[in-house]
T-cell receptor, first 109, second 115 residues
């Protein structure tokens, strides 16, 4: 079945450091890909998404590019801030599905 | 953006009792809602899909008699954990998609502790 694999955390960075959180997926067809963020004590919020190959999602300085050849959707930010501390989830939704399939989450501090 | 609320945000109950968790879409209608369960440092696992006007669809391995789901209206779905046991302690999260399923909106979650 479909699945999402994220890099294990936690990830600890200094302010203004470069961030990469790796995400790879397994799916048939052409899924949509998402990054969600969960701040302490809050619900999941959509950070960015991409619906087809080579699409780049971006929001709040974060970017991720849908790479079909490597089945990846890595999250990057050039200069992290303290306020970016949260848990980040990579997720996919297949063409037929409606629910999301999540990775395990990566804690950034 | 659209808002989904959950109530209660946390609950402690004794083993053997039942607990009801509500999920509401506050400013939009949702014919479908999803219930997820999240263990500490683990991913969100889809438990069931709640459908307004019909029975819920449960994922493999989820006991439908233990986790009762009722989609009472276009803005409310409830999850009742019946005869709760300590192993049911977890973080339960609901979500509701927009009308075209382009985006899902998540509730803040309910932390259940069974003693």
């Amino acid at each position: 079945g479909d699945s999402v694999t994220q890099m294990e955390g936690p990830v600890t960075l200094s302010e203004e450091a470069f961030l990469t959180i790796n995400c790879t997926y397994t799916a048939t067809g052409y899924p949509s890909l998402f990054w969600y963020v969960q701040y302490p004590g809050e619900g999941l919020q959509l950070l960015l998404k991409a619906t087809k190959a080579d699409d780049k999602g971006s929001n709040k300085g974060f970017e991720a590019t849908y790479r079909k050849e490597t089945t990846s959707f890595h999250l990057e930010k050039g200069s992290v801030q303290v306020s970016d501390s949260a848990v980040y989830f990579c997720a996919l939704k297949d063409q037929a599905g409606t629910a999301l399939i999540f990775g395990k989450g990566t804690t950034l501090s | 953006g659209a808002v989904v609320s959950q109530h209660p945000s946390w609950v402690i109950c004794k083993s053997g009792t039942s607990v009801k968790i509500e999920c509401r879409s506050l400013d939009f209608q949702a014919t479908t809602m999803f219930w997820y369960r999240q263990f500490p440092k683990q991913s969100l696992m889809l438990m069931a899909t709640s459908n307004e006007g019909s029975k819920a669809t449960y994922e493999q391995g989820v006991e439908k008699d233990k986790f009762l789901i009722n989609h009472a209206s276009l803005t409310l779905s409830t999850l009742t954990v019946t005869s709760a046991h300590p192993e049911d302690s977890s973080f339960y999260i609901c979500s509701a998609p927009d009308s075209k399923f382009y985006e899902q909106y998540f509730g803040p979650g309910t932390r259940l502790t069974v003693t």
